[in-house]
């Protein structure tokens, strides 16, 4: 027979608290099995319940990751055109002066 755990079980291994797991069970994240006044979790949607939330985590991590990117590459840019100007500013003014 699987292992079955209690929300309070399950949310003694998650390390979060019980009306987490009660919120997942409701939104159907995690499958459960009502019996009684109390919910049964198997051990294997347990995994893959976490198993989900990882891979949740990993992708915001690589979103995150790709918007800092983006924005250090246009914020490089954006330097690079102004370093530009300022460089062709100072060429027309060094050039007013050489001519005097």
Request: net charge positive.
């Amino acid at each position: 027979m699987e292992d079955t755990f209690t929300c309070e079980e399950a949310a003694n291994r998650c390390k979060c608290k019980v009306q987490t797991i009660r919120d997942a069970i409701k939104t159907g994240e995690l499958r459960a099995a009502k019996i009684g006044k109390s919910y049964v979790i198997r051990k294997t949607n347990l995994d893959i319940y976490i198993r989900n939330k990882e891979e949740l985590t990993a992708q915001a991590v690589q979103q995150h990751r790709n918007r800092v990117c983006y924005t250090n590459t246009q914020t490089a840019f954006g330097i690079s055109i102004l370093q530009q100007r300022k460089a062709k500013e100072l060429d027309e003014l060094l050039k007013l002066k050489t001519k005097n």
